[in-house]
């Protein structure tokens, strides 16, 4: 890898991608997540997370679990965005910058983002053993044979190797860019403790205060990232980076393990019940609804952590029933942000 010296435009650079590279996962997952025919389960009741520990339990189904298991990834993929987003902001929002969400980094896809060196082609789809198989390969963890980084780089072999990067810019740059006594428009709403309720891990999810606080926490940000998901090396996260909540067992996996587990209850028990995908003469309305719901997310996150609103979710749930009702209508849910609805 070529040797360059990191400077602030390039670690700007790189935190804005790491909060493309959270969002881009959320739609490939959740798509995957709710083209399963949960029993139980219709457009108008979209499966939710539900144990199914016991065999008596009337929720238990292979859908339902297999549901858990790709659902519970998109929401620690919710957490990794707002992660990136308070990273960016920590070291840049009182520099006049914000992360952006909307035009260009709108989410598109058809390949992987063109910073990570892989090949393989990417489309939103049902669950099947070759989706789940395509959604591991975005979750692999780092290659052993990866390079160490050595300074910013335009293409990286894999999304482990991209966020060591991301660490190695900080710990040259930390100093110079973070300041103690700016505004950092920090959002914590999927990791604090004060909401019981919410998927609470043992680290903050905000970075503010002294340097030497606010540092510790930025390290403890990209290890909970690249622990949970991308780049972790082992099946297992480590108890200080998942869930404290002992309901959550699936959060004790790695996104690449349970990726794996559905793929092989497919390949071991068979397919399971999805939505067709024969269309119908709703399916057009349906689609322009989730159209207009993307667009209204992307909004709200933007505005949401360039400090104009609170952030507002609500879009983001309400979205959940947008996407099966395409399902439901018979066709492959398409996330598109669409400029004409960028106010609404």
Same mark, same amino acid.
């Given at each position: 890898?070529?040797?360059?010296?990191?400077?602030?435009?390039?670690?700007?650079?790189?935190?804005?991608?790491?909060?493309?590279?959270?969002?881009?996962?959320?739609?490939?997952?959740?798509?995957?997540?709710?083209?399963? *025919?949960?029993?139980?389960?219709?457009?108008?009741?979209?499966?939710?997370?539900?144990?199914?520990?016991?065999?008596?339990?009337?929720?238990? &189904?292979?859908?339902?679990?297999? +549901?858990?298991?790709?659902? =519970?990834?998109?929401? *620690?993929?919710?957490?990794?965005?707002?992660?990136?987003?308070?990273?960016?902001?920590?070291?840049?929002?009182?520099?006049?910058?914000?992360?952006? +969400?909307?035009?260009?980094?709108?989410?598109?896809? @058809?390949?992987?983002?063109?910073?990570?060196?892989?090949?393989?082609?990417?489309?939103?789809?049902?669950?099947?053993?070759?989706?789940? &198989?395509?959604?591991?390969?975005?979750?692999?963890?780092?290659?052993?044979?990866?390079?160490?980084?050595?300074?910013?780089?335009?293409?990286?072999?894999?999304? @482990?190797?991209?966020?060591?990067?991301?660490?190695?810019?900080?710990?040259?740059?930390?100093?110079?860019?973070?300041?103690?006594?700016?505004?950092?428009?920090?959002? &914590?709403? +999927?990791?604090?403790?004060?909401?019981?309720?919410?998927?609470?891990?043992?680290? =903050?999810?905000?970075?503010?205060?002294?340097?030497?606080?606010?540092?510790?926490?930025?390290?403890?940000?990209?290890?909970?990232?690249?622990?949970?998901?991308?780049?972790?090396? %082992?099946?297992?996260? $480590?108890?200080?980076?998942?869930?404290?909540?002992?309901?959550?067992?699936?959060?004790?996996?790695?996104?690449?393990?349970?990726?794996?587990?559905? *793929?092989?209850?497919?390949?071991?028990? @068979?397919?399971?019940?999805?939505? &067709?995908?024969?269309?119908?003469?709703?399916?057009?309305?349906?689609?322009?609804?989730?159209?207009?719901?993307?667009? =209204?997310?992307?909004?709200?996150?933007?505005? @949401?952590? $360039?400090?104009?609103?609170?952030?507002?979710?609500?879009?983001?749930?309400?979205?959940?029933?947008?996407?099966?009702?395409?399902?439901?209508?018979? %066709?492959?849910?398409?996330?598109?942000?669409?400029?004409?609805?960028?106010?609404?």
């Amino acid at each position: 890898m070529q040797n360059n010296a990191w400077t602030a435009e390039h670690l700007l650079d790189h935190l804005q991608k790491a909060v493309y590279l959270e969002l881009w996962t959320i739609p490939l997952y959740l798509t995957a997540a709710y083209s399963l *025919q949960v029993p139980g389960t219709s457009a108008q009741n979209p499966p939710a997370l539900q144990p199914v520990r016991s065999p008596k339990n009337p929720n238990r &189904s292979r859908e339902q679990v297999a +549901f858990n298991h790709i659902y =519970s990834i998109a929401v *620690q993929e919710m957490l990794h965005l707002e992660l990136a987003a308070n990273l960016f902001n920590a070291l840049f929002g009182a520099k006049g910058h914000s992360p952006r +969400f909307t035009g260009e980094w709108a989410p598109r896809y @058809g390949r992987f983002p063109p910073w990570i060196g892989v090949s393989a082609p990417i489309e939103l789809a049902a669950v099947s053993d070759a989706q789940m &198989s395509l959604l591991a390969t975005v979750e692999t963890p780092e290659p052993g044979t990866d390079a160490p980084p050595n300074g910013p780089q335009s293409v990286y072999d894999s999304i @482990g190797q991209f966020y060591k990067a991301i660490e190695q810019g900080i710990d040259q740059l930390w100093d110079q860019l973070y300041d103690p006594a700016a505004d950092h428009r920090q959002k &914590s709403e +999927f990791a604090d403790p004060k909401y019981k309720g919410d998927d609470y891990t043992g680290f =903050s999810a905000t970075i503010a205060g002294d340097s030497a606080t606010a540092r510790k926490q930025a390290d403890r940000v990209i290890e909970a990232i690249i622990g949970q998901g991308e780049g972790s090396r %082992g099946p297992f996260i $480590a108890p200080d980076l998942r869930p404290e909540e002992l309901d959550d067992v699936e959060d004790r996996v790695s996104h690449f393990a349970r990726f794996r587990m559905v *793929q092989a209850m497919l390949r071991f028990g @068979g397919p399971l019940r999805t939505y &067709s995908t024969a269309g119908s003469d709703g399916l057009a309305a349906a689609q322009q609804q989730l159209d207009t719901g993307f667009t =209204s997310l992307l909004v709200a996150l933007e505005r @949401g952590f $360039a400090g104009d609103a609170e952030l507002d979710l609500g879009a983001m749930w309400t979205l959940l029933r947008q996407l099966v009702a395409v399902w439901a209508a018979g %066709g492959v849910p398409a996330f598109r942000y669409v400029t004409s609805g960028a106010a609404s």
